[in-house]
DNA sequence: CAACCGTGGTG
DNA sequence: TCACCAAGGTT
């Protein structure tokens, strides 16, 4: 087919001269690859680098990383977000390091087996650590591909996708995928913006059909989101000379698993009474993609730690320089170094 | 399958 | 200021 090899080529040749090709992640193992690809669901190249380096530094291999514990990996991954993607990069490394003798597969099937590894970032791994044929269809590539064809269906349904899905697999080249899928993600990330797209620099601006018809600013078409659900939370920071209390979160939302202050209404009135020299911090407001938070903390300071009776299991004392480090969530690190 | 899951940047 | 966006996967 005579578009085939147009656009492949058009990529290819354009993403050696004019991609990105000094990211960290880059020109390094599968592992360091894969790695990279989880962070980088949601999530700009920008914020990702010192957290790949950072996690790299902790964990420098698969072995490492599957003999490690939870706490350690969402330790490396505080600040990130997204914390199931920690969860299953832990246990994808056991996965990885039992089944397959410590080699990530290479092969389409065994890879979308994996916790937190579906469809693009099987692709992406495939393409990127491998140099195999593989299609990766996250939010740069639908975006290219919708606008090369002016589909103005909705992006997010899934027979919009299922569409774009057919036409990369019509002009995945023949050989350089490694090349290539970094082509499309360059194209889409330089070129192909979401806002204001520079069509004049686009390699493959002559069969682009939203360039034609003057439509690349009204394509991708998306829905309309939902509004925030707004929630209330009642921390309670609770200091003991060099210490600070912290409550494992184990309820089913957001930041399961990561270090939190207990919620106020865990403390009744006996609690209440042991605690010492009461201030009210100011209201944190913070943003999620889903929720709006209002979070409204009291500091208490304990002269004696030992005269509160908490539950030995989900609770910790930790040192007060430790417990920034630990797997904690943004308000949870901004109010620890702002009034700690 | 639509909702859920974080955070930082941007216009 | 705030809605939207950014290398998605899971349920």
């Not at 578009?3 to 354009?14: A, C, D, H, R, T």
């Not at 639908?142 to 349904?157: D, E, G, M």
């Not at 201030?279 to 929720?291: C, I, Y």
Request: hydrophobic fraction near 35%; proline fraction near 5%.
């Amino acid at each position: 087919m005579h578009k085939m090899s147009f656009f492949s080529k058009k990529i290819i040749n354009w993403q050696k001269i004019n991609g990105r090709n000094n990211l960290p992640w880059q020109a390094k193992s599968p592992y360091h690859v894969w790695i990279s690809e989880i962070m980088l669901q949601q999530t700009q190249v920008k914020t990702v680098v010192p957290y790949f380096h950072k996690f790299i530094n902790s964990f420098p291999s698969i072995k490492s990383l599957a003999e490690s514990n939870l706490d350690n990996v969402l330790a490396s991954w505080s600040g990130l977000g997204y914390y199931t993607r920690a969860k299953n990069i832990h246990l994808t490394s056991k996965i990885i390091h039992e089944k397959y003798n410590g080699s990530i597969p290479n092969n389409y099937d065994q890879l979308i087996e994996l916790p937190g590894i579906g469809e693009s970032t099987a692709g992406a791994l495939l393409s990127l650590a491998f140099d195999e044929p593989g299609i990766i269809l996250d939010g740069n590539v639908k975006r290219v591909l919708s606008r090369v064809l002016a589909n103005q269906s909705p992006i997010n349904h899934s027979k919009t996708q299922n569409e774009l899905k057919k036409f990369a697999k019509e002009i995945l080249p023949k050989k350089n995928f490694r090349i290539y899928s970094q082509g499309m993600m360059d194209l889409g990330s330089l070129i192909c913006t979401s806002l204001n797209p520079s069509c004049e620099s686009c390699p493959i601006k002559n069969k682009c059909k939203s360039f034609e018809l003057n439509l690349q600013n009204s394509i991708p078409v998306k829905t309309s989101k939902n509004p925030k659900k707004e929630r209330n939370i009642k921390w309670v920071l609770i200091s003991s000379k060099d210490k600070v209390l912290l409550k494992r979160n184990k309820s089913k939302g957001v930041w399961q698993n990561l270090w939190l202050f207990p919620e106020e209404n865990y403390f009744d009135d006996k609690k209440f009474n042991l605690l010492e020299e009461k201030e009210s911090l100011p209201l944190v407001t913070h943003n999620l993609s889903h929720q709006k938070l209002s979070i409204s903390t009291k500091k208490y300071f304990l002269k004696n730690k030992d005269r509160l009776p908490i539950d030995r299991r989900g609770f910790v004392w930790v040192n007060k320089k430790e417990s920034v480090k630990m797997g904690i969530p943004k308000p949870v690190k901004l109010i620890l170094e702002n009034h700690l």
